[in-house]
C-alpha cells in the first residue's frame, strides 16, 4: 500500500533543547504513555527506552517522508527525538534499534506493512471522524467457509444505529496492500464516520463489510508476491464476493438488495474489477487512491475490465479519490482512468484530498465524500 520512506538522523547530544511546550499526546499512545506527542505546528515529540541500544533511528510511511529530525541519548537509557512538522494524516512508523525493526512501546499497534506497527496522528483539524454525542452503530465479526479459497473467511460487518427496523442497502469495503480488515475499524474510524453523518441526515443509513482482500488458496499463496498474484487473488475475491459473499450477506442480514463496491489503493483495483465486472450487481463504485495492475501504453486496462462499463445500461455511480501528496504512480494512475472515462463520457466524480499523502486521511476524506453520494 505504501512505499516505505526511511528517515535519517542528526545525533545531538543535548537532549535540553529537544523538548517544547505546548505538546498534546498523539491519539494512538497508549493510556497513561505522554508520547508521542504533538504541537500546533504538527511538530512531534518521541521519548523510547531502550538501555541497551548503540544506535537507534526512526523509520515510516508515506506522510513522513520528508521528515528531518534530533535525536539525543539520554544518560538513563531514553532516547529522545524532535522533529520537524510532520504532514498532516495518520503514519506508521518504527525504530531501528541496532539494525532490528522495533515498534514503539508507547502507542497502539496497528495492522500495516504486514505486521502490527505503531502509528502516529498528526492533527488536521476536521472533527468528522472523531466519536460525538449521536446515535452509534456498531462492528461485529462474521466469517463463512470458502469454496473458492478452501477455508476459512473473516470479515467485519457495521451494522447502522438503525438496524433491526428496516432494511438496509449494503457497500462492500475493501482495504490496502499490508492491511487487513481491522484498517477501516481502527486506522480509518468508520464507526465514527458514518455514525456522524447518519446523524447529520447526509447520508443513508447503510451496512458496510469490511472483507479481506486476499483470495488465495494454500498453493497459491506460495506463488511469488507480485502483481500477476495480485492480478489472481482479485479474479478468485470476484468469484468470492458475488458467488459466496453476498449470498451470505443477504441470507444472513436485513439488507435491500442494493449495493455499492469501494476500496483504498489495492482495494480499489479489486473494486473496480468486481464492480466493473458486474454493473448490473452495484450502483456505485469507490476508487480511492486508484491503482492499475498489468497495465500497458496500450492496453491500460488488460487486467481491469472497465469497458463493461460503457456498454452497460445501469451505469454505476463511479467516484475517484485521491491525496494531493500522493506519489507520482498514484497521480498517473488517477489520470488514466479519469481520461479514459472522460473520453467514453462517462459520468464520474473525482474528489481530491487537499494536502495529504498515500494513508489514511486520505482515505477517510475519500469514505466520508462517497458514502454521501451513495444509495440515494
Same mark, same amino acid.
Given at each position: 500500500?505504501?512505499?516505505?520512506?526511511?528517515?535519517?538522523?542528526?545525533?545531538?547530544?543535548?537532549?535540553?533543547?529537544?523538548?517544547?511546550?505546548?505538546?498534546?499526546?498523539?491519539?494512538?499512545? #497508549?493510556?497513561? #504513555?505522554?508520547?508521542?506527542?504533538?504541537?500546533?505546528?504538527?511538530?512531534?515529540?518521541? #521519548?523510547?527506552?531502550?538501555?541497551?541500544?548503540?544506535?537507534?533511528?526512526? @523509520?515510516?510511511?508515506?506522510?513522513?517522508?520528508?521528515?528531518?529530525?534530533?535525536?539525543?541519548?539520554?544518560?538513563?537509557?531514553?532516547?529522545?527525538?524532535?522533529?520537524?512538522?510532520?504532514?498532516?494524516?495518520?503514519?506508521?512508523?518504527?525504530?531501528?534499534?541496532?539494525?532490528?525493526?522495533?515498534?514503539?512501546?508507547?502507542?497502539?499497534?496497528?495492522?500495516?506493512?504486514?505486521?502490527?506497527?505503531?502509528?502516529?496522528?498528526?492533527?488536521?483539524?476536521?472533527?468528522?471522524?472523531?466519536?460525538?454525542?449521536?446515535?452509534?452503530?456498531?462492528?461485529?465479526?462474521?466469517?463463512?467457509?470458502?469454496?473458492?479459497?478452501?477455508?476459512k473467511r473473516n470479515f467485519k460487518v457495521y451494522l447502522?444505529?438503525?438496524?433491526?427496523?428496516?432494511?438496509?442497502?449494503?457497500?462492500?469495503?475493501?482495504?490496502?496492500?499490508?492491511?487487513?480488515?481491522?484498517?477501516?475499524?481502527?486506522?480509518?474510524?468508520?464507526?465514527?464516520?458514518?455514525?456522524?453523518?447518519?446523524?447529520?441526515?447526509?447520508?443513508?443509513?447503510?451496512?458496510?463489510?469490511?472483507?479481506?482482500?486476499?483470495?488465495?488458496?494454500?498453493?497459491?499463496?506460495?506463488?511469488?508476491?507480485?502483481?500477476?498474484?495480485?492480478?489472481?487473488?482479485?479474479?478468485?475475491?470476484?468469484?468470492?464476493?458475488?458467488?459466496?459473499?453476498?449470498?451470505?450477506?443477504?441470507?444472513?442480514?436485513?439488507?435491500?438488495?442494493?449495493?455499492?463496491?469501494?476500496?483504498?489503493?489495492?482495494?480499489?483495483?479489486?473494486?473496480?474489477?468486481?464492480?466493473?465486472?458486474?454493473?448490473?450487481?452495484?450502483?456505485?463504485?469507490?476508487?480511492?487512491?486508484?491503482?492499475?495492475?498489468?497495465?500497458?501504453?496500450?492496453?491500460?486496462?488488460?487486467?481491469?475490465?472497465?469497458?463493461?462499463?460503457?456498454?452497460?445500461?445501469?451505469?454505476?455511480?463511479?467516484?475517484?479519490?485521491?491525496?494531493?501528496?500522493?506519489?507520482?504512480?498514484?497521480?498517473?494512475?488517477?489520470?488514466?482512468?479519469?481520461?479514459?472515462?472522460? @473520453?467514453?463520457?462517462?459520468?464520474?466524480?473525482?474528489?481530491?484530498?487537499?494536502?495529504?499523502?498515500?494513508?489514511?486521511?486520505?482515505?477517510?476524506?475519500?469514505?466520508?465524500?462517497?458514502?454521501?453520494?451513495?444509495?440515494?
Amino acid at each position: 500500500m505504501q512505499k516505505l520512506k526511511i528517515i535519517t538522523a542528526a545525533l545531538v547530544f543535548s537532549s535540553a533543547l529537544l523538548f517544547s511546550q505546548n505538546f498534546r499526546t498523539s491519539v494512538t499512545a #497508549k493510556d497513561g #504513555k505522554e508520547f508521542p506527542r504533538i504541537d500546533a505546528n504538527r511538530k512531534a515529540e518521541f #521519548k523510547v527506552y531502550f538501555p541497551k541500544a548503540k544506535s537507534v533511528t526512526i @523509520e515510516g510511511g508515506d506522510g513522513m517522508q520528508n521528515l528531518s529530525y534530533d535525536a539525543a541519548e539520554g544518560t538513563d537509557g531514553f532516547w529522545s527525538f524532535s522533529t520537524w512538522p510532520l504532514e498532516i494524516g495518520f503514519h506508521y512508523y518504527w525504530f531501528n534499534v541496532d539494525g532490528k525493526r522495533t515498534n514503539d512501546p508507547n502507542t497502539e499497534l496497528y495492522f500495516g506493512y504486514g505486521q502490527p506497527t505503531s502509528g502516529i496522528e498528526i492533527p488536521s483539524g476536521e472533527d468528522f471522524f472523531f466519536e460525538k454525542n449521536v446515535k452509534h452503530g456498531e462492528i461485529i465479526e462474521d466469517s463463512f467457509d470458502s469454496e473458492i479459497t478452501k477455508g476459512k473467511r473473516n470479515f467485519k460487518v457495521y451494522l447502522p444505529p438503525n438496524y433491526g427496523t428496516q432494511k438496509f442497502p449494503v457497500l462492500y469495503l475493501y482495504h490496502g496492500t499490508g492491511e487487513d480488515i481491522t484498517g477501516w475499524e481502527r486506522q480509518g474510524y468508520i464507526k465514527n464516520i458514518l455514525d456522524n453523518l447518519f446523524a447529520d441526515k447526509k447520508a443513508t443509513e447503510m451496512i458496510v463489510v469490511m472483507d479481506y482482500g486476499v483470495a488465495l488458496t494454500l498453493e497459491q499463496e506460495k506463488l511469488p508476491d507480485d502483481y500477476q498474484r495480485t492480478v489472481l487473488s482479485t479474479k478468485n475475491l470476484d468469484k468470492l464476493v458475488t458467488q459466496e459473499l453476498i449470498p451470505f450477506i443477504e441470507k444472513k442480514y436485513k439488507t435491500s438488495g442494493e449495493k455499492a463496491i469501494a476500496g483504498l489503493s489495492r482495494g480499489s483495483y479489486q473494486a473496480m474489477f468486481i464492480g466493473a465486472n458486474h454493473p448490473e450487481l452495484f450502483s456505485a463504485i469507490g476508487s480511492f487512491s486508484p491503482v492499475i495492475y498489468e497495465g500497458t501504453e496500450l492496453q491500460p486496462f488488460k487486467e481491469l475490465p472497465v469497458e463493461n462499463l460503457l456498454r452497460s445500461k445501469q451505469k454505476p455511480f463511479f467516484f475517484i479519490g485521491i491525496g494531493e501528496k500522493e506519489d507520482k504512480r498514484f497521480a498517473e494512475y488517477n489520470t488514466i482512468l479519469a481520461n479514459y472515462l472522460n @473520453e467514453n463520457k462517462y459520468p464520474f466524480v473525482q474528489y481530491n484530498s487537499a494536502g495529504t499523502y498515500h494513508e489514511w486521511l486520505t482515505w477517510r476524506r475519500c469514505l466520508n465524500e462517497f458514502a454521501q453520494q451513495i444509495f440515494k
